[in-house]
């Protein structure tokens, strides 16, 4: 079994930081690539930001300039470096991996998510 979990979330005021991190466990044999989304109405993710294991990485446009994710390959971690907040940021962020199993199984894996809430 593989497991996400996330940290960092919490509340901060406009024009604030936030650093979000993601870490996978378990029985894990290479992962593909790793990333943020975040939760809209009806409970569909939005791709936040997004890094493969070539190193390519995508933004959504609301988020360049602000966010950078980063990758630890050797600890199995994705962060999310949240800078210049706004409001219209906040929501539930979740971890997502695309990862390959011991058991040779390659599924996407979610994390639980983590609250952030940007307001004054």
């Known amino acids: 079994q593989v497991q996400l979990e996330e940290s960092g979330g919490g509340l901060v005021q406009p024009g604030g930081s936030l650093r979000l991190s993601c870490v996978a466990s378990g029985s894990i044999f290479e992962i593909y690539a790793m990333g943020w989304f975040r939760q809209g109405p009806g409970n569909q993710q939005h791709l936040v930001a997004y890094?493969?294991?070539?190193?390519?990485?995508e933004y959504a446009d609301s988020v360049k300039g602000r966010f950078t994710i980063s990758r630890d390959n050797a600890k199995n971690t994705v962060d999310l470096q949240m800078n210049s907040l706004k409001p219209e940021d906040t929501g539930v962020y979740f971890c997502?991996?695309?990862?390959?199993?011991?058991?040779?199984?390659?599924?996407?894996?979610w994390g639980q998510g983590t609250q952030v809430t940007v307001s004054s």
């Open positions: 890094i493969r294991s070539s190193g390519k990485i």
């Open positions: 997502n991996a695309d990862i390959g199993s011991v058991g040779g199984t390659r599924l996407d894996y």
